[in-house]
T-cell receptor, first 117, second 113 residues
Framework: GAVVSQHPSRVICKSGTSVKIECRSLDFQATTMFWYRQFPKQSLMLMATSNEGSKATYEQGVEKDKFLINHASLTLSTLTVTSAHPEDSSFYIC?????????????FGPGTRLTVL | GQQLNQSPQSMFIQEGEDVSMNCTSS?????WLWYKQDPGEGPVLLIA?????ELTSNGRLTAQFGITRKDSFLNISASIPSDVGIYFC?????????????FGTGTRLTIIP
């Protein structure tokens, strides 16, 4: 099956710093990537949809200036958490899909655990 | 954002028992998906449903897409220890699962020794 990787798998940073998380589709070209956030013992909440070469579409309540998304190529999307604060500590998961694969679905990465001190 | 309601929220069963969980929505979805998530990992797709009324199996797992397109259920037969984890349903307004997904609240499955 399709493989999506994320890097880093976990990161600890100080409050006020910025953190970049990478999401890569390893064996297919992803026209669309999605970024989700999951707080402990909660469900996945979609943050934004990212299409290659265009600006990301953010869900209501997600600050686009705080969570910068770049989808520069068909295999790479990045999420940058700017000026991170403890309340941004969460599990960030990306997924990647390729439109046109028929009844296919999106493939999820293993997630990145962000802890802001 | 919108969430799908899953029930039960948690289940404690003995190995070998059958499991049933369901997912309901106030709005229609055209695709229903079931995922399993292990601690500290991303969700893994179990079953995808694309047509109202569809019943699909994947080994010991069976899922159905409700005829009203507002619900779905997942059954696991003869549970084994590796079934432990959190199960999420997800709905898509598109006819494929590669579009924006809305996730359910999750059902945590625990197997009692």
């Amino acid at each position: 099956g399709a493989v999506v990787s994320q890097h880093p798998s976990r990161v600890i940073c100080k409050s006020g710093t910025s953190v970049k998380i990478e999401c890569r589709s390893l064996d297919f070209q992803a026209t669309t990537m999605f970024w989700y956030r999951q707080f402990p013992k909660q469900s996945l909440m979609l943050m934004a949809t990212s299409n290659e070469g265009s600006k990301a579409t953010y869900e209501q309540g997600v600050e686009k200036d705080k969570f910068l998304i770049n989808h520069a190529s068909l295999t790479l999307s990045t999420l940058t958490v700017t000026s991170a604060h403890p309340e941004d500590s969460s599990f960030y998961i990306c997924s990647a899909s390729y439109r046109g694969r028929g009844t296919d679905t999106q493939y999820f990465g293993p997630g990145t655990r962000l802890t802001v001190l | 954002g919108q969430q799908l309601n899953q029930s039960p929220q948690s289940m404690f069963i003995q190995e070998g028992e059958d499991v049933s969980m369901n997912c309901t929505s106030s709005s229609i979805f055209n695709t229903w998906l079931w995922y399993k998530q292990d601690p500290g990992e991303g969700p893994v797709l179990l079953i995808a449903l694309y047509k109202a009324g569809e019943l699909t199996s994947n080994g010991r797992l069976t899922a159905q897409f409700g005829i009203t397109r507002k619900d779905s259920f997942l059954n696991i037969s003869a549970s084994i220890p590796s079934d432990v984890g959190i199960y999420f349903c997800a709905g898509s307004e598109s006819n494929f699962g590669n579009e924006k997904l809305t996730f359910g609240t999750g059902t945590r499955l625990t197997i009692i020794p």
